[in-house]
């Protein structure tokens, strides 16, 4: 059975940094990724990225500020979130697939979500 669980979400100042965790179990992906979503919005793309961690993708929203990577012994995927905005909370969702977008609707395997929070 496929899992994807999160972790590291939280409250934090604006300016702040989290380090959310995603550990896969039940098989592999090659594309893992991470997509947020605020209340009465849709869910949008964050970052993803590859399996040999070559390829990479980043909204303009979180360019420079966040980091995509991930650890394929542990089948995990990481996404390092620094100077954080108020407008960066949501709930964050880790992604998996065999293939590569940055489209959630072509994602079939997805973890159960994890509350960031940033005030002002």
């Known amino acids: 059975q496929v899992q994807l669980v999160e972790s590291g979400g939280g409250a934090v100042q604006a300016g702040g940094s989290l380090r959310l965790s995603c550990a896969a179990s039940?098989?592999?992906?090659?594309?893992m990724g991470w997509f947020r979503q605020a209340p009465g919005k849709e869910r949008d793309f964050v970052a993803v990225?590859?399996?040999?961690?070559?390829?990479?993708v980043y909204a303009d929203s979180v360019k420079g500020r966040f980091t995509i990577s991930r650890d394929n012994a542990k089948n995990t995927v990481y996404l390092q979130m620094n100077n954080l905005k108020p407008e960066d909370t949501a709930v964050y969702y880790c992604?998996?697939?065999?293939?590569?977008?940055?489209?959630?609707?072509?994602?079939?395997?997805w973890g159960q979500g994890t509350q960031v929070t940033v005030s002002s």
């Open positions: 992604a998996a697939d065999q293939g590569w977008s940055t489209v959630a609707a072509l994602y079939r395997y």
């Open positions: 990225v590859s399996w040999s961690g070559s390829n990479l």
């Open positions: 039940g098989r592999t992906f090659n594309a």
